[in-house]
DNA sequence: AAAAAAC
């Protein structure tokens, strides 16, 4: 049932599009699609923004667009919040967009787009804060990450935003494993806000330790990989399993820059038929302000040239570098052989002790260290302002089909780069013509073209691909 | 042959 509606609107939809593509180049349009009532709304103040987001609204959702957070009826003291420790003016678009639809009854499920960087995580925190009964003393929402380290920056993103609501929240995620915390008994949560990660969850509903009875809220983050079947699918099911059974008036957000269309349709079916949705061609997920290379290079050796000769003596004028890699291991092996060199470089990977990443995950935002080796732990929603420049080591490939390239964690690789607009470079070094062929493929992907830095020796060449892209 | 969570 839900399936038809959403494609009778997808088709009308396409009916419209020459209307928005025929607009000018400025001129972006964002459509109001009801279900029951198709109208466009080409009035809206955001539609010079920036790009397109379809919107598909369900049923009798009054839709409306916040310019303003006072619109939003937040509280005062969540208002001080956003304006005093987060800083905030106005809602961003996706903000100005998604919070009337999370925010006005009835409450329905989203599935939200948006790209990298464009303040996603406020939307859903907000949307807890907001909603939670500050008087009811008991879990009323529940935010899952697929890292520790997501949980525990979201949770912060939270405090600070909450700071004034005296809303409590509690950080869901495991420790390392050792035999106290294996047998430790754990007292129940009280916290209304419990944001953590799926395994830790997951054992709080079972061992009945993380209560349920109140829960209004459950957000996922990252949702196409919380959804998916390499990912966290069997656990998000599990949970959502939990919840269902306590109660059914609970609103689930989906929230990522990506959903890939076979994600896209099984997250249509898990949230409750009647729901909005928000969505980016893929054409358009992949920034401007983050100016994308290859580099060719003869063989392994060479990669970790460009990266000495190239990249790391600029030192600290490009700002701050995030190196991703494929393996735990080539983490450990360029670690190594950067080091070797002289350079001051720190590596996180999931093999490492909690407390070590938690180590090396705040000295890099303290801005003590500058180039962080990684591999796909920090790929997606990692937030540090200050990281211009992201290196693929290695090309983010399919876990079953190394041949194939995976765009979505392409594409949230150098999302780490231009937060909030901000200027950016990606290298992506390429070695064989395997690598060549991945990275064609994502081009193809995303239709666009990378341009190709001439010579891996040449100092010039790397100068000048940095300076127009605003980095020099 | 694999990033991630966690028991």
Known sequence: MAETAADSVISKEKDYAPASTSSTSEEKVVSEIDIQNLTIDDSNKFLDEDSNIKIIT???????????????NLSPQLLKGLYVEMKYQKPSKIQAISLPLILDPPYLDLIAQAHNGSGKTACF?????????????????LCCCPTRELAIQNSEVLRKMGKYTGITFECAIGGDFTTETRIKKRSPITAQVVIGTPGTIKRRMTEKTLGLSYLMMLVFDEADHMLAKEGFKDDSLNMMKHIGRVTSHCQVLLFSATFNE??????????KGNHNELFVKKEELSLESVIQYKVDCPDELAKVMVIKDQILEFGERIGQTIIFVRTRNSAIMLH???VDLGYDV??????????DRDKIVKEFKDGLTQVLISTDLLARGFDQQQVNLVINYNLP?????????????????IGRAGRFGRKGAVFNL???????????????????????????????????????????
């Not at 925190?125 to 009323?140: E, H, I, W, Y």
């Not at 076979?262 to 949230?271: D, G, L, P, R, T």
């Not at 193809?444 to 020099?472: Q, Y």
């Open 346 to 355: 720190t590596t996180i990977q999931g093999a490492l002790k909690q407390e």
């Open 430 to 472: 390429l070695c064989g013509d395997m690598d060549e062929m991945i990275m064609s493929k994502i081009e193809t992907h995303f239709d666009m073209k990378i341009a190709k830095v001439p010579d891996w020796r040449n100092e010039e060449d790397f100068k000048a691909a940095m300076r127009s892209a605003g980095l020099l």
């Open 125 to 141: 925190t907000l949307g807890m804060l907001s909603r939670v009964d500050p008087k009811l003393k008991a879990p009323q929402a």
């Open 58 to 72: 369900s049923g009798d959702t009054p839709y409306r667009s916040a310019f303003t957070f006072e619109e939003l």
């Open 262 to 271: 076979s994600v896209k349709k099984f997250a249509a079916k898990i949230v």
């Open 336 to 338: 190594r052989s950067l």
């Open 397 to 413: 490939v399919k876990y079953d089909h190394s041949t194939e390239p995976d765009c979505e964690v392409y594409l949230h690789r």
